[in-house]
């Protein structure tokens, strides 16, 4: 297994005890690096939904959509007003689907969680705030070893949920779901925007966001890839979701969205498939009925009833392959 060098000192310890050539450390060295190319490179592959988040909200004008709907009681923010924070880091290296958007003073902190849900999130919004007010504070060029106490910006913090679990609550504490409300122990709050969200830019991203959702998964095939990409983009124009936008920029979304199918993500997918037929299989060989098989993987996989309704049509013919079918 190849060892993990630090460069330079490791190295010239290697040579000297003759254990490798310098030609062979070397080459040990690029290969490693090349070999955490290829791991960043998935990792932002990865982010394809991500990806269209960042470039649609990166543009000014949709910016100030989502401002307007995020705060109805400001009628007079323009887009001058508005200020990303931290883009460049979140675009090349953060591992999250989050962005700062600074607008007169206050800090909004908007967070995606895409089809999982889970109050954990919370810590990912503190910590992006903490992130973005240090960028702030970075910009403009802030001593924080000044005995003056620097200025921060108000914080409001948003956590985006597309997935189809059924959330109980519109404002996430962290000090509730912590700490049991304990007023000595640290407080930061979220709003939960999610199940059926009616308003604006946001709910029509949520809109895109479950349609290339029920798309992606069934795509293995290079052919089937592209037309995942291509029936999403179609369908969201069909349906009124992020038009403007979609039509305008179509060959740099649909890269962006390419990029989701990365030999990682695909094999993921697949996995997910299989044990969604399995589950299928299991269960008309157990005598379940149809409703409540597709119940089940509604339930278990999160699916809307239409893509689960998809399975168990494709999935008809008994696979004696299985064990259970012996």
Known sequence: MMRRYKYGEQE????????????????ERDAYKHE???????????QAKNSVFLNLF?????QLQLYKELFPQDTTITEDDLEMITMDNVLTIHPY???GLLARGRLIVLAEAQS??????????????FDSAMSYLKIRKADLHSSVKVDVPDVEAFVIYTGKK????????????????????PEFKARI???EYKGGIIEEYMGFCRIWDENVLKANTPEEKQQAVTA????????????SYLEEHRPEVEKIMMTMFSPEYVKMTSERTEKIKEDISFGRYAGMPEPQIKDLIIRRYDLTPTYAQNFLDDDSDPDDSRPWAL
Do not use: M
């Not at 190319?37 to 932002?44: N, S």
């Not at 990166?58 to 949709?62: N, P």
């Not at 999403?232 to 038009?243: A, K, M, N």
């Open 193 to 195: 925007i999610h199940g």
């Open 166 to 185: 059924k959330v109980e609550k519109d404002v996430l504490s962290l000090n509730q779901e912590f700490f049991g409300g304990d007023p000595n122990k």
């Open 97 to 99: 689907n989050d962005l």
């Open 232 to 243: 999403t983009i179609d369908l969201c124009i069909q349906r009124g979701y992020l038009v």
């Open 12 to 27: 010239v310890r290697a040579v000297a005890e003759k254990k490798q050539s310098y030609a062979e450390v070397v080459a």
């Open 58 to 62: 990166v543009r000014k004008e949709y």
């Open 116 to 129: 999982t849900w889970s109050v954990n999130i919370i810590f990912r919004l503190a910590d992006y705030y």
């Open 36 to 46: 955490l190319d290829v791991v960043k490179q998935d990792r932002v592959n990865r």
